[in-house]
């Protein structure tokens, strides 16, 4: 009995160990600036399968929005339905807006387009590039 206690104790042990060092999911904070006609920074990067949390800044004088497109796909100006078929997460600030928001970045690895979907505004350049690392 006393063989089978300590048997059974040691395999838990090994269980909660191995659970430990595989860790939770992983997690990753951007903090990015939009304004006329821009994002800053222009890049940014997370870990495959991540919980992002997004903190948005609107330093401009207009509404803008972040919209992130699905790996590969690159919307052409002018933004319309066909881009919108393409959205992963978005949000829309108003002018001297803060925002925090959660989303989970892709599992696999790639390079995924930020714009601003206002009209106008991607034809002025308004975008960025979030890249997934596997």
């Given at each position: 009995?006393?063989?089978?206690?300590?048997?059974?104790?040691?395999?838990?042990l090994?269980?909660?160990?191995?659970?430990?060092?595989?860790?939770?999911?992983?997690?990753?904070?951007?903090?990015?600036?939009m304004?006329?006609?821009?994002?800053?920074?222009?890049?940014?990067?997370?870990?495959?399968?991540?919980?992002?949390?997004?903190?948005?800044?609107?330093?401009?004088t207009?509404?803008?929005?972040?919209?992130?497109?699905?790996?590969?796909y690159?919307?052409?100006?002018?933004?319309?339905?066909?881009?919108?078929?393409?959205?992963?997460?978005?949000?829309?600030?108003?002018?001297?807006?803060?925002?925090?928001?959660?989303?989970?970045?892709?599992?696999?690895?790639?390079?995924?387009?930020?714009?601003?979907?206002?009209?106008?505004?991607?034809?002025?350049?308004?975008?960025?590039?979030?890249?997934?690392?596997?």
């Amino acid at each position: 009995m006393t063989n089978r206690f300590l048997i059974y104790s040691a395999v838990i042990l090994l269980l909660v160990a191995g659970l430990a060092a595989c860790g939770g999911p992983s997690t990753a904070a951007i903090a990015m600036s939009m304004s006329e006609f821009s994002f800053s920074p222009a890049s940014a990067s997370v870990p495959a399968g991540a919980e992002v949390t997004l903190t948005l800044t609107n330093s401009g004088t207009i509404e803008h929005n972040w919209v992130l497109l699905d790996a590969g796909y690159q919307a052409a100006a002018p933004f319309d339905a066909d881009d919108q078929a393409n959205v992963l997460a978005e949000t829309k600030l108003a002018a001297s807006q803060v925002q925090t928001f959660i989303f989970t970045a892709p599992a696999d690895a790639g390079s995924l387009q930020i714009v601003c979907s206002i009209p106008g505004h991607l034809e002025a350049g308004m975008a960025a590039s979030l890249t997934v690392e596997g």
